[in-house]
């Protein structure tokens, strides 16, 4: 089976840099993805990694340790708008299709 | 944003009555998925399908069918309603080319 095991809650400031991290066991592992969830809404793809390394979107980086079964998640220059909720997921591919393990979410609060 | 609507939005029903969630993309993905989202359990994947009346189970299966009869729309269908089904389910779709899922809006169910 899978499990991913990322904090519940952390909390920042507005400006500030905050690291979400996320470590795996799982079988069949192909990449590390990042998800965010505003409250009432529906999960949006962050960034995906399959290699060992760091990934960066703008003000959002994903970094991927397969050695270590570790990843995280960096948002720079937060603002309030980063409140949210964000999960990270095991891609196995299990017969067909890309399957998703999520972890429990990190719920991030942005203070001013 | 990838065309993806679930329905209904919003739906409660008594213990013991059969209910039927849709899922209806335009965006001819071969992948669709089936979550539910409960506080502190992140999404579990229910079932998925990896093409026209292809289907397979996900981790939490036990009380819920699926069915496809057609690329666009996938069907999940809890045949005798509990209360522990009370939750948010969230339809996805994928493809091989993509590393993200997309997901819909979700529907909020409650079992009363």
């Known amino acids: 089976g899978q499990s991913l095991e990322q904090p519940s809650e952390v909390t920042a400031v507005e400006g500030a840099i905050v690291q979400i991290n996320c470590t795996y066991q799982t079988s069949g592992f192909y990449g590390l993805s990042w998800y965010q969830q505003h409250d009432g809404g529906a999960p949006t793809f962050l960034s995906y990694n399959a290699l060992d390394g760091l990934e960066e979107t703008g003000r959002f980086s994903s970094f991927l340790s397969r050695s270590d079964s570790y990843g995280y998640l960096l948002l720079q220059e937060l603002q309030m708008k980063d409140s949210a909720s964000y999960f990270c997921?095991?891609?196995?591919?299990?017969?067909?299709?890309?399957?998703?393990?999520f972890g429990g979410g990190t719920r991030l609060m942005v203070k001013p | 944003d990838a065309g993806i609507t679930q329905s209904p939005r919003h739906k409660v029903t008594e213990t013991g009555t059969p209910v039927t969630l849709r899922c209806h993309q335009t965006?001819?993905?071969?992948?669709m998925y089936w979550y539910r989202q409960d506080p502190g359990h992140g999404l579990r994947l229910i079932h998925y399908s990896y093409g026209v009346k292809d289907t397979d189970k996900g981790e939490v299966s036990d009380g819920y069918s699926v069915s496809r009869s057609k690329t666009e729309d996938f069907l999940l269908t809890l045949e005798s309603a509990t209360s522990s089904q009370t939750s948010v389910y969230f339809c996805a779709i994928g493809s091989s080319s993509y590393n993200e899922q997309f997901f819909g809006p979700g529907t909020r169910l409650t079992v009363l």
């Open positions: 997921a095991v891609r196995v591919a299990k017969n067909a299709g890309n399957m998703l393990t």
């Open positions: 965006e001819n993905h071969r992948y």
